[in-house]
T-cell receptor, first 111, second 111 residues
Framework: SQTIHQWPATLVQPVGSPLSLECTVE??????LYWYRQAAGRGLQLLFY??????ISSEVPQNLSASRPQDRQFILSSKKLLLSDSGFYLC??????????FGSGTRLTVV | GNSVTQMEGPVTLSEEAFLTINCTYT??????LFWYVQYPGEGLQLLLK?????DKGSNKGFEATYRKETTSFHLEKGSVQVSDSAVYFC??????????FGKGTLLTVNP
């Protein structure tokens, strides 16, 4: 069966520090992968998506970047965190247009 | 572009009350429609889906019917429980398997 792993679950980082969040998928190949952010207002904002290794599409300009070094690995990064980067980050995957499977999320607090 | 509008709430009900959360959409073509649920501190879980007009998705007592003529996908449950307290997201599946989410509706069910 397919599973998605996302870590860490919580993270507190100082302003200006780097960030690396990792997401891996098991039990499927060539998935579409996504990073979403959920801010305090509960809405979900698509940050990045990837349809293959090395292929990254950015939905909004921001302080973050994404990479897909392997088929089932998706990494969200920042060189210098801002206070506004705080939020709940969700990784997701899909194979067909019949819905996503989400990870359990990472709660990031930038202090 | 695609968009989803859902009632923002919060919605507060007593146990065994009837629930309706409205969702309307704007899209080109024939998108798939989804409801996701997010319990406190967790990621999103797919609740139900419908892939074509007049389809009814159902799960755990929840139902939603894909109404092309009114571009709607309202979520209903005949008798809510305390355990249904969560945030509910309506979503639309577009091109490149990207999902467009509504802003979410917080449901609180009191005993």
């Amino acid at each position: 069966s397919q599973t998605i792993h996302q870590w860490p679950a919580t993270l507190v980082q100082p302003v200006g520090s780097p960030l690396s969040l990792e997401c891996t998928v098991e039990g499927t190949s060539n998935p579409n992968l996504y990073w979403y952010r959920q801010a305090a207002g509960r809405g979900l904002q698509l940050l990045f998506y990837s349809v293959g290794i090395g292929q990254i599409s950015s939905e909004v300009p921001q302080n973050l970047s994404a990479s897909r070094p392997q088929d089932r690995q998706f990494i969200l990064s920042s060189k210098k965190l801002l206070l506004s980067d705080s939020g709940f980050y969700l990784c997701a995957w899909s194979v067909r247009q019949y819905g996503y499977t989400f990870g359990s999320g990472t709660r990031l607090t930038v202090v | 572009g695609n968009s989803v509008t859902q009632m923002e709430g919060p919605v507060t009900l007593s146990e065994e009350a009837f629930l309706t959360i409205n969702c309307t959409y704007t899209a080109t073509g024939y998108p798939s429609l989804f409801w996701y649920v997010q319990y406190p501190g967790e990621g999103l879980q797919l609740l139900l889906k419908a892939t074509k007009a007049d389809d009814k998705g159902s799960n755990k007592g929840f139902e939603a019917t894909y109404r092309k003529e009114t571009t709607s996908f309202h979520l209903e449950k005949g008798s809510v429980q305390v355990s249904d307290s969560a945030v509910y997201f309506c979503a639309l599946g577009g091109s490149n398997y990207k999902l467009t989410f509504g802003k979410g509706t917080l449901l609180t069910v009191n005993p």
